[in-house]
């Protein structure tokens, strides 16, 4: 395929948007022609017959780069026609050479779908979609989090974070909204961006699209390259289940078929590392692995074959912990994640605040004698406020409820059953932590 494009070489584009216009020929595809016939032998072969425009369509090229390669095809007896299919086009079926040619082409790798974009064509889009193109102000914040309660000064820390597309810790006591922010922090971000499907880097075809973390939308242009789907800015979460491993490319040796890593997948868009500190790794060796993209924002990725490529590091990191980050890392580590902001636990002018704009959404009448009771009782020398408190409270007298089919409202009966029922639960959980 040729030389791999590293991300330092390559221009600097003017322009913020980008747009992945149609192959007018196999030559723009940046494909060869095999690689094509391999899709289009292992497809037929699971599906038994298509026509030529279904082949097209399933791997996301243009009828006509197609058509000619089927024609080919049949001509070398590897196809066969079942029956017309409409004006230039049949109805495909393997020959017996052609299911000997898909066995051949499945022994190198099962995967079948859209044609691959040459990694060189993803660097671009990298560069051209970049997080830092966008800069989202105050009301851009105010908007990603209008569901959420939260003081100024959180605004003050996130901000500029936001802005540097860097790296950013969010601390504090737990229940305070670190998480909650975290998840919602990619909504500041308005611009979609276009991602290809599967990459070809190398040689080997890499799976990059994932549904999971990806979030497709409906493209204004209808004539775009369709081996590349539109997607909201990209917001992948992991929490306590991550290790090193699941940093780099996962290969399947039985499918043989390479997917990118979680990192990878949130280029132009946020990676949260939740719950900080309490990974399977110790956050010294964790945060060696994001030494170099978080300075140099590049990283170094590991193909099957052994083949060493660099990629962009282009995302906000932001790390969610319960624990003060000088307690897990030193002022080098610390250094490198400009960004630090604690999550202080509310005030009970707050915690009533909270109460107050949350119980209509539960459609529950707000009631400031029955909330007195509640804090009187249950948090006056008791407990620490929690910003998540009033929220969880509600839930549990929705529960309570429904069980006892009445209407959900605060009273003592259902608020004591709820405090019974949350606050024994959770104390029971952190004194066995």
Known sequence: MGKIIYASELPKWKEKKFYPPVPEDLDTTGLNEKLIEDLIFKLLHSQGVMTGRQIADEICLHFKIVEPILLDLKQELFLAYKS?????????????????????????????????VPFNEYLKSVERQSIQNENPGLEELRDAFQDLVLEPYVFYTLGPAINSGRGVFLYGPPGNGKTSIAKRVHKCFKDAIYIPKTLLISGELLKFYDPQWHKAVESKESNYDRRWIKIERPAVIVGGEMDLESLGITYNPETKISEAPLQMKANCGTFVVDDFGRQRISPRDLLNRWILPLEKRIDFLTLSNGIKFQ???????????????????????????????????PSEEKFRHIMKSLAPKYDIAYDDTMVDFLIENYFHGKRQFRSCHPRDILEQIVNASAYQRTQPRLTKNLIKLAAFNYFSVMEYNNKKG
């Open 311 to 345: 990629v962009p590091f282009d995302e906000l990191l932001i790390f969610c912990t319960n624990i003060d980050p000088r307690e897990l890392l030193d002022e080098a580590f610390l250094r490198r994640i400009p960004y630090r902001g604690k999550l202080r636990d």
């Open 84 to 116: 017309h299919a409409g004006v230039n086009d049949f109805v495909y079926m393997l020959t017996d050479q052609g299911r000997a040619k898909a066995l051949i082409a499945a022994e190198s790798t099962a995967y079948v779908g859209s044609a691959p």
